[in-house]
Nanobody
Framework: QVQLVESGGGLVQAGGSLRLSCAAS????????MGWFRQAPGKEREFVAA????????????SVKGRFTISRDNAKNTAKNTVYLQMNSLKPEDTAVYYC?????????????????WGQGTQVTVSS
């Protein structure tokens, strides 16, 4: 069983930065792409960013390109992996609950669609 635990959310002023972390624990037998979705009040959950298992490929929503950076740290024994989302130049419209997800994929594919595992979410609030 894989568990995902997010951290790093909080309140920040517009133009500021936050770094989200997602720790994946549990034995991972296959390769998993990881990434982030977010959901603002009254809106549908939307894709933010994804990174391949190898870390060589990334994908971003147009709304965050150039401001957010996704990265990951894979433990050698695959028992624990961590994915990060560095968020710079934050805007009030970035306010949402951010969810970390993991999805089985080839090592060089950066994808997150339905997700095989999801975290509980962390709140990000950007004040104007």
């Amino acid at each position: 069983q894989v568990q995902l635990v997010e951290s790093g959310g909080g309140l920040v002023q517009a133009g500021g930065s936050l770094r989200l972390s997602c720790a994946a624990s549990g034995h991972i037998f296959s390769t998993y792409a990881m990434g982030w979705f977010r959901q603002a009040p009254g809106k549908e959950r939307e894709f933010v960013a994804a990174i391949s298992w190898s870390g060589s490929r990334t994908a971003y929503a147009d709304s965050v390109k150039g401001r957010f950076t996704i990265s990951r740290d894979n433990a050698k024994n695959t028992a624990k992996n961590t994915v990060y989302l560095q968020m710079n130049s934050l805007k009030p419209e970035d306010t949402a609950v951010y969810y970390c997800g993991a999805e089985e994929a080839r090592p060089d594919i950066a994808t997150l669609t339905t997700g095989d595992y999801w975290g509980q979410g962390t709140q990000v609030t950007v004040s104007s």
